[in-house]
Structure formats: structure tokens, C-alpha cells
């Protein structure tokens, strides 16, 4: 049985990722909000808006304290944040799911997400992931380490130094996959489910920019963050 052994430089990347993604979490006030009394339809989704609005803004800081990602190439840098931050999303409502709300309150934020004219066929795949997602009982490093991992995919759409993207990224997939096999020793396979789960998430990508799309036909309004990074009206 091969003994795996985490470096010292290891150590030290997963320690400053696991402080980024600590650091920038959502705002108690915003989360807090959607857990009070009923809402209409209309302020379940501009409540939902504005926790978009600051998981984004949550993800660039994130991103930023990435090692090396500021010194990408400006334009890739942006290529990178546009084409990942759905997905960094998902992961991190996914983790707010889990973690942020004691129990009683999950089915709380389920309901409101269920009350604010988002169509069943987003929900179901949605809820489906989220539920996968929890179930895997991800540590707070693996969390961590799969949303850098994520930011840094280098096949992102308008990336042009690939390479430059892989350089950052591989270092993270050496020390998720160490992470995974000393944190779920009973689980050999644990770590390519957690990368299969990066799979999904490229679905729900998809799935998102038909909301966004379903929304806009709605006359709803997006804040300038959300329209800058998908680019909408
Ligand atoms: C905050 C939230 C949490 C869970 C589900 C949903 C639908 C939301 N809200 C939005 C999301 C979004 C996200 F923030 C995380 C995960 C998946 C997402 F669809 N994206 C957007 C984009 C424009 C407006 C909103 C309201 N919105």
C-alpha cells in the first residue's frame, strides 16, 4: 500500500486556500435574511438576487487569493471567472446548503428557492446536485481545494494560455487526491467522485444560463455584478 505523504509546500497551498475560502463566506445578514418570515414570489427571488450578487463577489475574492492566479494573463483571468463562477456557485450554496443553516432551517431556504418562479425543471437537477454534493461529506480542505480547482479549469472558453491555467491547477488535483485518500481511507474511489461531481456541475451550467435566460423573459432585474459576469442585457 503506497503511503502517501503530504510536502511541506502542500501543506502550505492547502493552508492558504482553506484561509481564502474561509475568509470570504456569504454574509451572515444575506443568508439570515432568507430564514425570516414568509415571502411573495418576487422577494423570494430578489432575496435569492442579492445572495447571488454576493456569492460572486465572495468567488473573486476567493479567486484572487488563488497562489499565482493574479499573475495569469489579465484577460484570462476574466475568461476564467466568467466561465467558472456558476459552477464555484453551485459548490458553494451547495456548502451553504450543508453546512450554514442548523437543520431546521434547510427546508426554509429549499422553499423559498421553490417559491421564486424558478421552473421544476431547474429545481429538480439543482436540488439533485445539492444532495449529492452533501452526501459526500466533503472536509472543509476538500471544499476548498475542488472550488480552486474548479476557477482554474484551463478549457474554459477565451482561455489563451492554457498552460499557464494547468500550472496552477495541477499542483491543487496532487494535493486533493492526497487530502482525499488520507481524509477517506475507506474510500479508495473518493477522490474521482469528487471529480466526477465537477462533471455535473458542468450541466448546471447550462441549466443556469436557461434561468438566466427564463428570468430575463420575465422582466426580472439582475444586479450590474450578476449581468457583467454572464453577460446579460
Ligand atoms: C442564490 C441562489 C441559491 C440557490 C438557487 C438560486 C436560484 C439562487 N439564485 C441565483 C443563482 C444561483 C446561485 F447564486 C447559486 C447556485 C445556483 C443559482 F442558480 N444565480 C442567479 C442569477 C440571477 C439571479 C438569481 C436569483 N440567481
Redesign the pocket.
Known amino acids: 500500500k503506497e503511503k502517501v505523504e503530504i510536502t511541506k509546500e502542500q501543506k502550505a497551498l492547502t493552508k492558504v486556500i482553506v484561509e481564502a475560502y474561509n475568509r470570504h463566506q456569504i454574509p451572515q445578514d444575506v443568508a439570515k435574511k432568507l430564514l425570516q418570515d414568509q415571502y411573495s414570489v418576487e422577494e423570494n427571488?430578489?432575496?435569492?438576487?442579492?445572495?447571488?450578487?454576493s456569492?460572486?463577489q465572495v468567488i473573486v475574492e476567493f479567486t484572487k487569493s488563488i497562489p499565482g492566479f493574479l499573475s495569469l494573463d489579465h484577460e484570462d483571468q476574466i475568461a476564467l471567472l466568467k466561465g467558472s463562477a456558476?459552477e464555484a456557485?453551485?459548490l458553494?450554496?451547495?456548502q451553504?446548503?450543508s453546512k450554514k443553516m442548523p437543520n431546521g432551517h434547510n427546508g426554509i431556504?429549499e422553499e423559498r428557492?421553490r417559491k421564486?418562479g424558478?421552473s421544476e425543471e431547474?429545481i429538480t437537477p439543482?436540488f439533485n446536485f445539492y444532495k449529492s454534493i452533501i452526501g459526500l461529506h466533503m472536509s472543509l480542505e476538500e471544499q476548498a481545494l475542488l472550488t480552486a480547482i474548479t476557477i482554474l479549469t484551463p478549457d474554459r472558453p477565451y482561455v489563451k494560455d492554457h498552460q499557464a491555467v494547468e500550472k496552477l491547477q495541477e499542483p491543487m488535483l496532487d494535493v486533493l487526491r492526497k487530502v482525499c485518500v488520507l481524509q477517506h481511507p475507506q474510500e479508495p474511489q473518493y477522490f474521482a467522485r469528487l471529480l466526477g461531481r465537477l462533471t455535473e456541475l458542468r450541466t448546471?451550467t447550462h441549466?443556469?444560463a436557461e434561468?438566466?435566460t427564463s428570468?430575463r423573459m420575465n422582466d426580472?432585474k439582475?444586479?450590474p455584478l450578476?449581468c457583467e459576469i454572464?453577460d446579460?442585457q
Open positions: 427571488f430578489l432575496l435569492l438576487t442579492e445572495m447571488a450578487t456569492q460572486v456558476v456557485m453551485f458553494r450554496s451547495a451553504v446548503f431556504l428557492i421564486s424558478i431547474f439543482m448546471l441549466y443556469h434561468m438566466l428570468w426580472h439582475f444586479t450578476l454572464w446579460v
